[in-house]
């Protein structure tokens, strides 16, 4: 039998919980238990995020990867969402598409980046493509579920008020009934577009995961840490405003 727990407790297990984590971290680390060398401890990450603000680095590397990365989950989710409805509404266009959704899902954003770098230059270009090419994918199979799980009752329904077109179809019955499985699509993209960051900037595009490479590189792992972190919030902000999105398109719900 689960017990329900309100918000404010909830809140307070969890930062309960944070708090234990970094203190037995903390205490790995200044006991031996693990290697100062390989593991920073957490004490050492406020020091090197402000050596990296006063640097300017880290302001700088935010608005770079900020740069690629809204405008990549952009177009991934427009594309996605936008085909995935398409084919969930138009059995013909599912079908003749089947084939090439099949052969093309299963390949990793990483895997492009060989061609980011031949088609776009080591630019944000190439970076943004990598991006919209992981958030694309979970957009279309959100959408494409969403829409195929519309109660058929509902075009019939449609059809009798005189809203039997594919436009009316889309408008009326389609977009508010698999709203709900979009949304979720969206905001799971989100994740996945901070996720593809760093993929994106490992050919020396200017950003987070650029910064973490160079950092790995001189086996400043405090600073790896401060950037892994950085993302970390920065998906927490971006799912937070994104809440308050989902609550307008949704407001209809009870």
Same mark, same amino acid.
């Not at 404010?8 to 790995?28: I, Q, T």
């Not at 490479?213 to 998906?235: K, P, W």
């Given at each position: ?9 909830? &809140?307070?297990?969890? !930062?309960? $919980?944070? *708090? #234990?984590?970094? +203190? %037995? ?6 006991? /031996? =238990? @693990? ?34 990365? &809204?405008?990549?989950? !952009?177009? $991934?989710? *427009? #594309?996605?969402? +936008? %085909? ?6 138009? /059995? =013909? @266009? ?161």
């Amino acid at each position: 039998m689960s017990i329900k727990l309100s918000g404010s407790v909830r &809140l307070g297990l969890g !930062l309960a $919980g944070l *708090v #234990l984590f970094f +203190g %037995l971290w903390e205490a790995a680390v200044q006991s /031996g =238990l @693990l290697p100062s060398g390989m593991v920073p401890a957490p004490s050492s990450l406020g020091p090197a995020w402000l050596d990296e603000v006063r640097g300017g680095f880290w302001q700088q590397a935010i608005l770079d990867s900020l740069n690629h990365y &809204l405008l990549g989950l !952009l177009i $991934g989710s *427009v #594309l996605g969402a +936008g %085909l995935g409805i398409l084919c969930g509404m138009l /059995g =013909l @266009l599912d079908s003749l598409l089947e084939g090439i959704v099949r052969l093309l899902r299963p390949v990793p954003g990483l895997a492009w980046v060989p061609f980011a770098i031949l088609w776009f230059g080591l630019s944000t270009a190439g970076a943004t493509f990598v991006i919209a090419i992981s958030v694309f994918w979970i957009n279309f199979y959100a959408a494409h579920s969403a829409v195929r799980g519309v109660d058929p009752e509902l075009y019939e329904l449609a059809s009798a008020f005189g809203h039997g077109s594919f436009v009316g179809r889309l408008f009326k019955i389609v977009l508010p009934a698999s709203a709900p499985g979009i949304m979720a699509g969206l905001r799971t993209g989100l994740g996945q577009g901070w996720m593809s960051v760093v993929a994106a900037e490992l050919f020396g595009v200017p950003g987070i995961g650029a910064r973490m490479m160079q950092a790995s590189s001189l086996l400043a792992t405090d600073v790896v840490v401060v950037y892994m972190l950085t993302m970390a919030m920065l998906y927490a902000i971006t799912d937070f405003l994104f809440g308050f999105v989902r609550k307008w398109v949704l407001r209809w719900q009870p």
